[in-house]
Every structure is written in structure tokens, then in C-alpha cells.
């Protein structure tokens, strides 16, 4: 049987205090890219409580994702929007889950994320991280990004950092390492640079602008 | 002078942001970059004209996600 809201509620103040808590509840994330990075920020974030999340992807599930995503055999073929909405749902039934499947482009990028302060951007190409951001913070001025760049291989973990690159951009990664370069991406550094930006996320929920 | 990521770079006061970022060895399709603290949309590289004292910031994106 789920549990209610008020039992949801009470292990999570107690374990993050009511002002923490009220704080990530209260909050709004969209998160732009549903594979290793966003798929992975998106379920930490529903772990840690946060209220609202906007999914956006126009991809379907396929089996080259497995070794990093939040998928699993049952979900090959379906739209990552709804796989991922339905696991989410199984982790924390009292978020507030919207989801676009659609693909991001320079001219629907502001329509799209306008209405949220901070956005995850989790695509898996270059061309379309620059995209995303040179679009969004151009257009939209409230709006935080934080970014993943550099996660591939299976390098020093170490190597993984948080940045502050513009006021408004946040970089997580080791910043060199391509996917198309090294050995592929795979599941423990996807993971930490996801946990990454996760946590600069929930920095920037609970107003610590500093990485 | 304009200056680039902290460092003085010589020769780019009068020429487009495109010219420069060309010049220095940028791919435009993996970068973002912020002029003076506002963000340069893509579409505006080959219009923008630099001028002396410009401080720009450049950020090169590799793939993986």
C-alpha cells in the first residue's frame, strides 16, 4: 500500500528539517534530456523531495540506454517521458510530474522552459547543449542552467567537478572527455556527474549560489 | 585589446565575434559564449562587432549524457 502524504511528509522533515523540506517542495525543475544525466538527476531529485518536475525528451527507450539510464528491459520502445514518469511516480507519488515529448530547438527552447528558474540540461550532444543554453539564456533572464559536459570513459572520478562558468551556468563534469573520443559512457561517471548537477540543483533550491 | 577567458588577445577590436572565435580555434556549434555578461545568441556571431576593451567568455561543450 502507498503511503499517505502526511507519512511521506513526516520522514522527510525529519530527516531534512521543515525549512529544508518546505524549501524543495516548493520547488520546480525542468529537466531537458532524459538519458544517462537527466534520467539520473531526475531520480535523485525525487529521492531529495523536490516538488515539481518538468521531463522533456523526444526519444524512445533502446537497449544501447541500459547501461546508464534509469530504464530497464520492460520500458525498450517506450517514450522516455513516460518510463521515466511511471518510475518516478513508483519513487515519490506526491511530486508533480509534467512531461513534453518533444525535441528542444533554438525557437521552442524559451516556450518550452521559460516558466522554470532552474533547468537541467542533460542532452547527449554537444551542438544541442550549446543550443539549449545560448537559447535559454539569451531569452529567458531568470532562468539558472545547470549543465553536464564531460563524463565519458572511465577515467578518475576525481576528475568530475562543479563550475560556475557564467552567472546563470553551471558545468558538471570533467570538461574533455567525449563520448565519441574514449571509451564510451558508462554507468558510474554518467552517475556522478548527474549526482553533480543534482546537488547544485538542490544548492541553488536551497539559495547557495556557490558550486 | 579584448580580452577572451582572462587572457589579452591582440587584433580583434573591429571584427565580428564569428572572425574571432574562428580565429581562435572555436567550433561555433559547441560553445556558448557571453559578451560583456550577457549571452550571445547563435544566430548573432557573425553580427556582433567587437570593440576594445570587450570581455568575452567562452565555453566549449564536449558530447556524452
Known sequence: MTPSYE??????????????????????????????????????????????????????????????????????????????????????????????????????????????????????????????ISALLGECRGTVIVSGSGMAGYLSSNMIQTKRAFDRLYICGDGVTDS??????????????ANHQANMIIRLILGEREV | MIKVNGENRDGFAGKTLSELLCGLGYKELYIAVELNGDIVKKDSYGAVILKDGDCLEVVSFVGGG
Open chain 1, 7 to 132: 507519512e511521506f511528509e513526516r520522514v522527510m522533515t525529519e530527516r531534512h528539517t521543515r525549512p529544508v523540506y518546505d524549501k524543495l517542495r516548493s520547488a520546480r525543475v525542468a529537466v531537458a534530456g532524459l538519458g544517462g544525466l537527466g534520467s539520473n538527476v531526475a531520480v535523485s531529485l525525487a529521492r531529495a523531495g523536490v516538488g515539481e518536475l518538468m521531463l522533456v525528451d523526444f526519444d524512445r527507450v533502446d537497449l544501447s540506454n541500459l547501461n546508464r539510464q534509469q530504464y530497464e528491459i520492460a520500458d525498450l520502445g517506450r517514450y522516455k517521458t513516460d518510463a521515466l514518469s511511471e518510475r518516478l511516480a513508483r519513487i515519490n507519488p506526491y511530486m508533480k510530474l509534467t512531461a513534453r515529448t518533444v525535441k528542444v530547438t533554438a525557437e521552442n527552447a524559451a516556450e518550452i522552459f521559460g516558466g522554470f528558474d532552474i533547468v537541467c540540461e542533460a542532452f547527449d550532444r554537444a551542438d544541442r547543449k550549446a543550443m539549449l
Open chain 1, 180 to 193: 565519441a573520443d574514449v571509451n564510451g559512457l558508462m554507468a558510474p561517471r554518467v552517475a556522478i556527474c
